[in-house]
T-cell receptor, first 110, second 112 residues
Framework: DAKTTQPTSMDCAEGRAANLPCNHS???????VYWYRQIHSQGPQYIIH???NNETNEMASLIITEDRKSSTLILPHATLRDTAVYYC???????????FGTGTRLQVFP | ETGVTQSPTHLIKTRGQQVTLRCSSQ?????VSWYQQALGQGPQFIFQ???????GRGNFPPRFSGLQFPNYSSELNVNALELDDSALYLC???????????FGPGTRLTVL
C-alpha cells in the first residue's frame, strides 16, 4: 500500500489560497489520490479525488504531478471554517480501503 | 437523503467486556467500511463489507468482527475489550468503488 507524507501543520490567512502538499512516491499506476478533511470531533469529509489529471470541484482543486509522485490540494479562498486536519490518501485499487496518514493540520486565521 | 448515522454517540465499557456499534448506511450504498481512530491519529481501516460479505480487512485481531444486513446497515463487534480499544469508531458507506466514501459522525468508545 502506498504511503503519503504531509507537513504536520500549516497556517493560511483568511481569503488567501491554501496549498497543501502531499508526497506519494510509491504510488502505483492504478491507485487514486483522495483528499478528506476532518473538523474536530466529526467524521472525515470527502473533498476531491483524482488519478492522473488535475481535478476541480466546488470545494477545491487537485493538482497531480506528471510522475504522480506528489500532489497539491488547493483551497482557492480559505475561510475560518476550513480550519481542519486534511488527509491525503492513496486508495487501494478495487476496494474502498483508505489508508490515512496523520494529515496536515490547517489553521486559517483572520 | 439521509446521511450515514451511527449509534451510540458515546459508550463506556470496562476491560474484558464486549461491545456492538451500529451504522446505518446512506441510501443506495452497498459498501460499508469501519475505521478506528485513536486520539491524535488518522483513521485506521478495520474491515469492509460489500453486499453482506467481508471484502477486505486491515491489521486487526479476530476479536474485531462485523456484519452487514440486507438493508446494508452494519454492526461492528469487539470482544474482550482492551484499554487500547478506546477510540473513535467511524463507519463509512459508498455506492461502490471508486466513488467517495461518506463518513458518519463516529462512536466514541472509552474502555476503563
Amino acid at each position: 500500500d502506498a504511503k503519503t507524507t504531509q507537513p504536520t501543520s500549516m497556517d493560511c490567512a483568511e481569503g488567501r489560497a491554501a496549498n497543501l502538499p502531499c508526497n506519494h512516491s510509491t504510488i502505483s499506476g492504478n491507485e487514486y489520490v483522495y483528499w478528506y478533511r476532518q473538523i474536530h470531533s466529526q467524521g472525515p469529509q470527502y473533498i476531491i479525488h483524482g488519478l492522473k489529471n488535475n481535478e476541480t470541484n466546488e470545494m477545491a482543486s487537485l493538482i497531480i504531478t506528471e510522475d504522480r509522485k506528489s500532489s497539491t490540494l488547493i483551497l482557492p479562498h480559505a475561510t475560518l471554517r476550513d480550519t481542519a486536519v486534511y488527509y491525503c490518501i492513496v486508495r487501494v485499487p478495487y476496494t474502498d480501503k483508505l489508508i490515512f496518514g496523520t494529515g496536515t493540520r490547517l489553521q486559517v486565521f483572520p | 437523503e439521509t446521511g450515514v448515522t451511527q449509534s451510540p454517540t458515546h459508550l463506556i465499557k470496562t476491560r474484558g467486556q464486549q461491545v456492538t456499534l451500529r451504522c446505518s448506511s446512506q441510501s443506495g450504498h452497498n459498501t460499508v467500511s469501519w475505521y478506528q481512530q485513536a486520539l491524535g491519529q488518522g483513521p485506521q481501516f478495520i474491515f469492509q463489507y460489500y453486499r453482506e460479505e467481508e471484502n477486505g480487512r486491515g491489521n486487526f485481531p479476530p476479536r474485531f468482527s462485523g456484519l452487514q444486513f440486507p438493508n446494508y446497515s452494519s454492526e461492528l463487534n469487539v470482544n474482550a475489550l482492551e484499554l487500547d480499544d478506546s477510540a473513535l469508531y467511524l463507519c463509512a458507506s459508498s455506492p461502490g468503488t471508486p466513488n467517495e466514501q461518506f463518513f458518519g459522525p463516529g462512536t466514541r468508545l472509552t474502555v476503563l
